[in-house]
Nanobody, 121 residues
Framework: QVQLVESGGGLVQAGGSLRLSCTAS????????MAWYRQAPGKQRELVAS???????NYADFVKGRFTISRDNAKNTVYLQMNSLKPDDTAVYYC???????????????WGQGTQVTVSP
């Protein structure tokens, strides 16, 4: 079994910073973080940042220059560093990773449980 645990959300004032973490545990042969998404109340889930198949990073226009996605495969963890936060960044943030639990098993996509980020004016 594979579990994903997100952490790092909270309440911060505009202009502040937070770092989100998403760690996978359990039987893991291959860990491949894919992206961070977010969902604000009454809105659809949207892509915030992602890794391409070649390992480069991609960002939504509304976070470019402010957010950074990174990974530590040795720790089965993906991070989202968020700087210069704005009230519009208020949302529940979700990580999305692909994990292979056994050598001959399938690669399965998992979602984190979500972590609330609230940015006050």
């Amino acid at each position: 079994q594979v579990q994903l645990v997100e952490s790092g959300g909270g309440l911060v004032q505009a202009g502040g910073s937070l770092r989100l973490s998403c760690t996978a545990s359990g039987s893991i042969i291959n860990y491949n973080p894919m992206a961070w998404y977010r969902q604000a109340p009454g809105k659809q889930r949207e892509l915030v940042a992602s890794f391409s198949s070649g390992g480069s990073t991609n960002y939504a226009d509304f976070v470019k220059g402010r957010f950074t996605i990174s990974r530590d495969n040795a720790k089965n963890t993906v991070y989202l560093q968020m700087n210069s936060l704005k009230p519009d960044d208020t949302a529940v943030y979700y990580c999305n990773v692909v994990v292979q639990a056994t050598v001959w098993g399938p690669k399965v996509a998992y979602w984190g449980q979500g972590t609330q980020v609230t940015v006050s004016p």
